[in-house]
């Protein structure tokens, strides 16, 4: 027998094929990855997602938190990480991210902090709340924390585990806790 009939033979027949597939239908494990894949949209952080006001052809890790997620616009073309967090202000705090920004895994942005009045017990402290923007083409590192009221000017890099708060030159590089420039971005001349 020549190698194409004992290929054929080695392979299930299109009736075995079809058992197979129906009598997967009946396998316990398959039901459980689906009730999976249906309460994943249950998770808190999948919910507020359909909130966030996205621009074009964002990629965004399954992970990352949205909070106050109403207050979040991403523009385009933006890359977030696995385990990145925005926080948007519970009243008034807005994040605004622009085009072709990179964040790297586990950036943390808030729009708001809280205050410390003495005698106030910790957890009635007031907040204060501020906007966050960021520029266009700008990449922060892993872990760079972005406090409530930063700017970040567009090409700007902030380097991994950076605190920033206030504003941030554009084509700056900010690297510290507090963040500070250590350097400046060249782009590449076009012509």
């Given at each position: 027998m020549d190698e194409v009939s004992l290929a054929r033979k080695d392979s299930p027949s299109r009736l075995r094929r079809l058992f197979r597939l129906v009598g997967s239908s009946f396998d316990p494990r398959a039901w459980l990855h689906l009730f999976r894949i249906v309460n994943y949209y249950n998770y808190s952080?999948?919910?507020?997602?359909?909130q966030v006001r996205f621009g074009e052809s964002p990629n965004v890790s399954p992970d990352t938190?949205?909070?106050?997620?109403?207050?979040?616009e991403i523009g385009n073309r933006v890359r977030i990480g696995s385990r990145c967090?925005?926080?948007?202000?519970?009243?008034?705090?807005?994040?605004i991210i622009?085009?072709?920004?990179?964040?790297?895994?586990?950036?943390m942005l808030?729009?708001?902090?809280?205050?410390?009045?003495?005698?106030t017990p910790v957890t009635e402290?007031?907040?204060?709340?501020a906007d966050i923007c960021i520029g266009n083409d700008v990449w922060l590192g892993t872990r760079a924390i972005v406090l409530?009221?930063?700017?970040?000017?567009?090409?700007?890099?902030?380097?991994?585990?950076?605190?920033?708060?206030?504003?941030?030159?554009?084509?700056?590089?900010?690297a510290g806790s507090p963040a500070k420039r250590i350097g400046s971005r060249e782009l590449p001349r076009s012509g």
């Open positions: 952080h999948v919910a507020p997602r359909r938190v949205f909070t106050n997620a109403d207050r979040i967090y925005f926080w948007a202000g519970p009243s008034t705090g807005r994040i622009g085009d072709d920004v990179l964040f790297g895994p586990e950036v808030t729009a708001a902090s809280y205050l410390y009045n003495a005698g402290q007031p907040m204060k709340e409530a009221g930063a700017s970040i000017g567009d090409h700007a890099i902030i380097a991994a585990g950076a605190v920033v708060r206030g504003d941030v030159e554009p084509m700056s590089i900010m």
